[in-house]
């Protein structure tokens, strides 16, 4: 009887056995497409790669605020060869700093501080151009120094040595930037003075050349 029952348990055993090793394929619910992912880097050579925290002044609160905590990169492009400062949030990934490395991208270290250094820029990481006073802090004093070179020797090898015309371009198009985010508007009564000193020079100019 014992035999029986045993070898009954073992059919259902193996029955059970049977039903789960079906060998079906069941179909995901969902399926998931790879995606590319870009970052608008595809076309630049990394100079640098160094973490850091940076900070941004705020005029208004005239204070220093944390702007974000992460990687900051020099970032060469292949066919201008022209050199932009990009920083990302290290979870994020968000865009805290990105504007290109001109010859106004003056590196002075922080002072009180050997790790951290300060400069200007006309940054585009909101989408528009906004002059800001950056300060960046690294982990050591030789990241630090290593960063500030590396903007130095960009400067020297871009704009130092070059007479190309595109060099130029390049250079006038940020003064004019940079004119015109630092420049105060004109009085009206100003412009009024000077046009009309324009105009009595050029009535003197014609009046001499018709005397001739």
């Given amino acids: 009887m014992a035999s029986a029952e045993s070898d009954r348990q073992e059919e259902e055993v193996a029955a059970a056995g049977d039903e789960e090793?079906?060998?079906?394929?069941?179909?995901?619910?969902?399926?998931?497409?790879?995606?590319?992912?870009?970052?608008?880097?595809?076309?630049?050579?990394?100079?640098?790669?160094?973490?850091?925290?940076?900070?941004?002044?705020?005029k208004e609160g005239k204070q220093w605020k944390e702007r974000g905590n992460g990687s900051v990169k020099l970032l060469k492009h292949k066919e201008t060869g022209r050199v932009r400062l990009v920083m990302r949030q290290a979870k994020t990934h968000k865009i805290c700093a990105n504007h290109l490395v001109l010859p106004s991208t003056s590196m002075q270290e922080h002072a009180g501080n050997d790790k951290s250094c300060v400069w200007h820029a006309m940054d585009f990481s909101d989408g528009v151009l906004k002059e800001e006073l950056f300060a960046i802090r690294?982990?050591?004093?030789?990241?630090?120094?290593?960063?500030?070179?590396?903007?130095?020797?960009?400067?020297?090898?871009?704009?130092?040595?070059?007479?190309?015309?595109?060099?130029k371009d390049a250079l006038s198009a940020s003064y004019l930037i940079e004119k015109l985010s630092m420049t105060e508007p004109e009085n009206k009564a100003d412009t009024k003075e000077r046009v009309k000193e324009d105009e009595e020079k050029q009535v003197e100019s014609e009046q001499s050349s018709s005397a001739t």
Avoid at 22 to 39: D, F, K, M, S, Y
């Fill in 21 to 58: 090793d079906t060998g079906a394929h069941v179909a995901p619910i969902v399926r998931l497409e790879e995606v590319a992912v870009t970052t608008g880097e595809e076309d630049e050579d990394a100079l640098i790669d160094l973490k850091a925290k940076l900070y941004r002044f705020d």
């Fill in 138 to 167: 690294f982990g050591s004093v030789e990241n630090c120094k290593k960063f500030m070179e590396m903007i130095e020797e960009i400067i020297a090898d871009c704009f130092g040595k070059t007479e190309d015309e595109d060099s």
